[in-house]
């Protein structure tokens, strides 16, 4: 079964607010990934927390991970309408010589202009 | 810098027909290599992966098969499709490092639809 399980699986909000969605995985990771998709296209990575980080920054993006509630959280701050996609958290495990990537099923983003 | 190609973008197939999709690596050698499935509105089911020439892990018992040919090639196969092959089919690479804290890179997909 899938690792990581999104809330909420759809958001809409005005743009300049902010956006929050949350991620819960069951086992130990390596680290978390987030990764936006636009309609139709791959996933496009957007920023890394490791086990051992409590918070990472990136412009505007901000993530947070507790190991303890296994559970993590993007902020995205000032949405734009060009944020509307679909974001996925991805946990990263070591196995049989490799490192394999567990999806979550997503939170679907819509920021209305 | 690396590049990921996938094609075809789209494919219309009737059921009991064979399915070869193919993706390719370029500006890296040695690539993890990984097949996902993503239904309509949903995450990413990992397929198949590959960490070289010939090595192929399963992840889920189905009507599929992966190869990996080449180094930098990964091909999805089928010999007879079923209804339920229907989907957006992903590859994806990182690098074959020992190093678990590295993004992976995502192809455009192939949106396969079986008739």
């Known amino acids: 079964s899938q690792q990581g399980e999104e809330d909420p699986q759809a958001l809409s909000i005005q743009e300049g607010e902010n956006a929050t969605m949350n991620c819960s995985y069951k086992?130990?990771?390596?680290?978390l990934q987030w990764y936006r998709q636009n309609s139709g296209r791959g996933l496009v990575h957007l920023i890394l927390?490791?086990?051992?980080?409590r918070e990472k920054h990136s412009g505007r993006l901000r993530v947070t991970l507790d190991t303890s509630k296994k559970s993590s959280s993007l902020l995205i701050t000032a949405s734009r309408a060009a944020d509307t996609a679909s974001y996925f958290c991805?946990?990263?495990?070591?196995?049989?010589?490799?490192?394999?990537?567990?999806f979550g099923t997503g939170t679907r983003l819509k920021v209305l202009a | 810098s690396q590049t990921i190609h996938q094609w075809p973008a789209t494919l219309v197939q009737p059921v009991g027909s064979p399915l070869s999709l193919e993706c390719t690596v370029e500006?890296?050698?040695?690539?993890?290599l990984y097949w996902y499935r993503q239904a309509a509105g949903r995450g990413l089911q990992l397929l198949f992966y590959?960490?070289?020439?010939?090595?192929i892990s399963s992840e889920v018992p189905q009507n599929l098969s992966a190869s990996r040919p080449q180094d930098r090639q990964f091909i999805l196969s089928s010999k007879k499709l079923l209804l339920s092959d229907s989907g957006f089919y992903l590859c994806?690479?990182?690098?074959?490092?020992?190093?678990?804290?590295?993004?992976?890179?995502f192809g455009d997909g192939t949106r396969l639809s079986i008739l």
């Open positions: 994806a690479w990182n690098r074959g490092e020992w190093n678990s804290n590295q993004p992976q890179h």
């Open positions: 086992t130990s990771i390596n680290n």
């Open positions: 927390i490791r086990s051992n980080e």
């Open positions: 991805a946990t990263v495990h070591t196995t049989s010589g490799t490192y394999k990537y567990i």
């Open positions: 500006g890296t050698s040695n690539p993890n």
């Open positions: 590959s960490v070289g020439i010939g090595q």
